[in-house]
């Protein structure tokens, strides 16, 4: 068969084939054109899923008619002025929406141009072009897309229901107001209200929070912290949620290149690395970050759908990201998420089969527990299940813990030890009815008077429950600790600050201990024996299959060695001779941190608990443990009192 040109409507229907996928897609091309003609509100219409109709009216720059016959042909388009592909700064460029969406379906486009005096109307009925018409409208554009696919009926049998394909209308839509919080959006099936998102106001970072609590929800708006930096001419702003505050999913990681909705592996990742100290590996952080770039360092015009990018300096966005997030990480101290304590307080809510005492008394209605945990005081102090987000809010959330513990973060308001000072003696044998030294005040006429202990951020201990949790008094209610949970980040942490400070101390073992393992395992311990020794852990062999242990971190007193040994045997053997300790030195600690922490189970004097309380809030990211789960919940008082019928 001879090479021939293809005709015009077909390859217009090729085209379409990869810019509208699906009604969703088409939404998206027709919205980032009315965020690119300025406009201040859009309002969407898509009724069966935009199977039937898509409408996109907004209040833009509009066209004339003379524009509207250039917008409906291919690759004509007002976005590049210089002609450089190098140098995009809007959101559309191509110019393929309109004729591909034309080649598919009924397009009718209504536009006003600011200050015309008439509007004009054209028509594109699967890809046969009409001529403009004299018609009414206020200022702006309005594009309806009628049948769409009409053209291509095999294309319709690859969409989903109307509800399934209207949901992912409703995500892209969201997805572009996060990007633009001072566009007013709305979105509806043509009856029952939707979406309905009004223009925020005031500082950029504050409207962005806003218009994320309207889309994410209130617990991320109230667990949110602040990251903005830059580097090199790249700058990252955005709210990261707590490390507490998370979802068995990625879904609620927005990320935004230039304001454009992307999704790029590098940043994914660099995500993933900035949170992996804090989170087990099937939970995901909710965030929404937006990189402003130079245009001429980052290139858009790698996907169809323009979901992808790809940076000139990947090195230099990965590290401003991972940086960025774990100072702002850092910043939030030993604060934990509200959703735990109120996640906590919807469980504790009496229910029963029937009907209950508050619901026949006019009362509260009880919440279904919306996590639960599993198993008792172990070595990782239990294992929690589902999200701690928690879907329970009671009728007003009393501000948390974190905005009273600046007053106590600093050693020389509150007499604390620094970071790296050592915890009390847990584990190291200090006499339990003692004052741990670093509390004592030598000389009283010298020093300030030590605040009332409950009016310290997480209380006063007044009870250790099951040896297990730890029960304190605060001014505005209670907090409940989960004693390994806590101290195992608090050795943690104490680990990686004597390694950035030149190593750690070493403990020599009275009498070497001795491990037998299999030889495979063995010889991998004494393959990493020198980066072992950085760590603190000094080994040797002795014998087949056997290793002799004869230092250990001071930091971690009398731990388990022999578990120990056998657990990073485990580790290493699935890190494999690829990367060195020190590249997955993180994981390595935590082990290590693990097994050297006050386990549950064990007894614990009233100055025990309060050093590690007073520990905890000199300590960054103590308010989850090294995998993941909280290290402790606070309740409120007037939430307790609600419980009893008290308010």
């Known amino acids: 068969m001879p090479i021939r040109l293809l005709p015009e409507t077909l390859v217009n229907r090729i085209a379409a084939g990869e810019v509208v996928e699906r009604p969703a897609a088409a939404v998206k091309e027709l919205v980032e054109n009315a965020i690119d003609a300025g406009a201040t509100r859009i309002d969407v219409v898509a009724r069966d899923g935009g199977k039937s109709l898509i409408a996109v009216t907004d209040d833009g720059c509009g066209m004339t008619a003379d524009e509207l016959v250039l917008a409906v042909e291919r690759h004509a388009t007002s976005k590049l002025p210089g002609d450089d592909l190098l140098d995009i700064r809007s959101l559309g460029f191509r110019g393929e929406a309109l004729p591909s969406i034309g080649a598919v379906s009924c397009l009718t486009i209504t536009s006003r141009a600011r200050g015309a005096d008439s509007a004009w109307s054209l028509t594109v009925d699967a890809g046969a ?73 005031g500082d950029l970072l504050d409207a962005r929070l806003t218009r994320l609590g309207a889309l994410m929800g209130r617990d991320f708006q109230e667990n949110a912290v602040s990251v903005t930096a830059a580097r090199e001419g790249v700058t990252l702003a955005g709210w990261i949620g707590l490390p507490t505050l998370h979802r068995p999913t990625a879904k609620h990681q927005h990320l935004f290149v230039n304001g454009r909705p992307v999704r790029d592996k590098l940043m994914v990742g660099a995500v993933r690395a900035a949170y992996a100290d804090f989170l087990p590996r099937d939970r995901h952080p909710m965030l929404a970050l937006f990189l402003d770039i130079d245009p001429q360092e980052v290139d858009v015009n790698v996907h169809p759908a323009k979901a992808e990018v790809r940076f000139r300096d990947q090195g230099l966005v990965r590290g401003l990201i991972v940086g960025s997030l774990k100072h702002a990480l850092a910043e939030a101290g030993h604060r934990a998420s509200t959703t735990v304590g109120l996640a906590t307080l919807g469980a504790l809510r009496p229910e029963s089969a029937g009907e209950t005492d508050g619901q026949r008394d006019g009362g509260f209605t009880p919440s279904p527990l919306p996590y639960g945990r599993s198993g008792g005081g172990g070595g990782s102090g239990g294992s929690w299940g589902g999200s701690w987000g928690g879907s329970y809010t009671p009728a007003a959330v009393p501000r948390g813990l974190a905005e009273r513990s600046a007053a106590f973060q600093a050693p020389t308001q509150t007499g604390l030890p620094p970071l790296q000072g050592r915890l009390s003696g847990f584990g190291n044998g200090f006499a339990p009815s003692a004052r741990p030294p670093e509390y ?101 062999g002795f014998g087949h299959g056997c290793v002799m242990v004869r230092e250990v971190p001071a930091l971690l007193g009398q731990s388990d ?87």
Do not use: W
């Open 129 to 201: 072009k009409g001529q403009p018409q004299p018609a009414a409208l206020a200022q702006g554009t309005r594009i309806e897309v009628r049948d769409l696919f009409a053209a291509v009926p095999a294309r319709l049998k690859f969409l989903k229901a109307s509800r399934t394909e209207y949901d992912h209308i409703a995500d892209c839509l969201e997805r572009l107001a996060m990007a633009h919080p001072g566009v007013a959006f709305t979105l509806s099936d043509g009856g029952r209200g939707g979406l309905r998102l009004s223009a925020a106001q």
């Open 440 to 540: 004592r005040t030598p000389d009283p006429s010298a020093q300030k008077p030590e605040p009332p202990l409950d009016s310290h951020p997480l209380g006063a201990a007044r009870a250790q429950v099951h040896t297990t949790y730890i029960v304190a008094q605060t001014r505005e209610g209670i907090v409940i600790v989960d004693q390994h949970a806590a101290h195992e980040r608090l050795v943690y942490e104490r680990m990686k600050t004597a390694l950035l400070e030149g190593g750690v101390k070493r403990q020599a073992l009275l009498i070497p201990e001795l491990i037998e393992l299999d030889e495979p395992s063995a010889n991998r311990l004494l393959a990493r024996s020198a980066e072992l020794a950085e760590l603190g852990l000094v080994i040797e």
């Open 561 to 647: 060695v022999k578990n120990l040994i056998r657990d990073l045997a485990e580790e290493l053997s699935e890190l494999g001779d690829a990367l060195s300790l020190k590249e997955r030195l993180e994981e390595v600690c935590a082990t290590m941190a693990c097994h050297g922490s006050v386990r549950a189970g064990r007894t614990l004097s009233v100055d025990e608990m309060n050093a590690l309380l007073r520990q905890m809030e000199a300590t960054p990211h103590s308010g989850q443990c090294n995998h993941g789960r909280p290290t402790y919940v606070e309740l409120k008082l007037a939430d307790i009192e609600r419980l009893f019928g008290r308010r």
